[in-house]
């Protein structure tokens, strides 16, 4: 999720609502229209969600500015989206010694690539700012989808692909994640391109910046995470139970990004970011929030999380079954927990590296 990596913590809202009650901007218009909310207390960081070091001496795998996912192709190479708007690719397959592997750029995307995955020799990316697009293997870009229902595709984050239809989050009409944040307007949708049509279809609205997507415990629904609500919904895109949506599980304890499944049916969800009590206690007060949407949205990027490195495991259930934390830092901002060959591969928006931690010790 997000544009730009951010360092300030969102503690740095208190410093905004200060500043926001200036005379400098009191007449100023607002770019947001924020709504009141009062989440539910967050679980406390026990049990499988007990605090630990298992990500703390992950190796790098490689190193990119803000490499948000992974997709590895037929040969073992991982790609990898670079904060510069490049898909990269490593110059030789990745094994599970690989460590600081050497980069080639692919494509340059002209927006933020975000998830990517691979369509038989064609390499699908969500670009932020742009939308849905194709890497040829010559590194040729086809945009596929940038509009649907009479609005742009502004956040292109997440895709699955099942029989020739690639299912994806468009997570907000903002560019800036962290209006969405503050807004709560729930402006994010799921959407279905149709690779033989060029079809776009809006399947699902009104989700709380939807972000990863995998498909579900009983292969006929989706899973999507919706970042500012702490949940993930699932929503059946075939079946005896087509259409139907329910929450499939709530109260996360930080702001879920990505979702994958692995070969045995647990997920996998990414955690950029623990939740911010201050940004809990200014949802109360949708007024206060108002005056964050006069500030510039450069200013706004800058609010992000406290360096900590979190994973989460579920069953098909959708119960936390165990965590892997980094609370040194070193491993941060969690993006993405793509599992390959008996390792979790981990892309982070925030950070600098991928790094890969072993699931068979």
């Known amino acids: 999720m997000g544009l730009r990596r951010l360092r300030r913590p969102l503690a740095a809202a208190g410093l905004l609502l200060g500043a926001a009650a200036t005379v400098a901007l009191r007449n100023a218009d607002s770019r947001l229209d924020p709504v009141s909310w009062r989440p539910p207390e967050s679980p406390d960081l026990s049990?499988?969600?007990a605090e630990n070091r298992a990500l703390t001496d992950c190796d790098h795998v490689l190193t990119a500015e803000?490499?948000?996912?992974?997709a590895f192709d037929a040969d073992g190479r991982l790609y990898t989206?670079?904060?510069?708007?490049?898909?990269?690719?490593?110059?030789?397959?990745?094994?599970?010694?690989?460590?600081?592997?050497?980069?080639?750029?692919?494509?340059?995307?002209?927006?933020r690539p975000l998830a990517l995955e691979f369509a038989g020799d064609d390499l699908l990316v969500c670009v932020a700012?742009?939308?849905?697009?194709?890497?040829?293997?010559?590194?040729?870009?086809?945009?596929?989808?940038?509009?649907?229902?009479g609005r742009d595709v502004v956040f292109a984050d997440d895709l699955y692909i099942e029989d020739g239809v690639v299912y994806f989050t468009d997570a907000s009409k903002h560019p800036v994640f962290q209006d969405e944040l503050f807004e709560l307007q729930d402006t994010g949708?799921?959407?279905?391109?149709?690779?033989e049509t060029g079809e776009t279809r809006i399947l699902l609205k009104g989700l709380g910046f939807a972000n990863g997507i995998a498909l579900g415990p009983d292969d006929e629904s989706l899973l999507i995470t919706e970042t500012s609500r702490y949940r993930i919904t699932r929503f059946w895109h075939r079946g005896e139970l087509e259409g139907r949506v329910e929450r499939w599980t709530e109260n996360l304890v930080g702001y879920p990004d990505n979702v994958d499944r692995d070969p045995d049916g647990n997920y996998w969800v990414a955690i950029p970011s623990l939740r911010d009590p201050m940004l809990e206690r200014l949802h109360r007060y949708p007024g206060l929030k108002r005056q964050l949407g006069k500030f510039p949205e450069a200013v706004?990027?800058?609010?992000?999380?406290?360096p900590y490195g979190l994973v989460l495991k579920?069953?098909?259930?959708?119960?936390?079954?165990?965590?892997?934390?980094?609370?040194?830092?070193?491993?941060?901002?969690?993006?993405?927990?793509?599992?390959?060959?008996?390792?979790?591969?981990?892309?982070?928006?925030?950070?600098?590296?991928?790094?890969?931690?072993?699931?068979?010790?």
């Open 300 to 306: 706004i990027e800058q609010v992000s999380g406290d």
């Open 129 to 149: 700012e742009v939308g849905l697009v194709s890497v040829a293997q010559d590194g040729t870009v086809t945009e596929l989808a940038t509009e649907v229902g």
């Open 47 to 49: 049990g499988p969600l």
């Open 189 to 195: 949708r799921l959407l279905a391109y149709d690779r």
């Open 66 to 70: 803000g490499p948000e996912d992974v």
């Open 314 to 361: 579920l069953d098909a259930d959708g119960e936390v079954t165990d965590s892997l934390h980094d609370p040194t830092g070193r491993v941060h901002g969690v993006t993405s927990a793509t599992p390959h060959e008996g390792a979790l591969y981990l892309g982070s928006l925030f950070g600098d590296h991928v790094t890969r931690y072993p699931l068979d010790g």
């Open 81 to 111: 989206g670079a904060e510069n708007g490049t898909v990269y690719r490593t110059t030789e397959p990745v094994t599970r010694d690989t460590v600081n592997a050497d980069l080639e750029p692919v494509a340059d995307t002209g927006g």
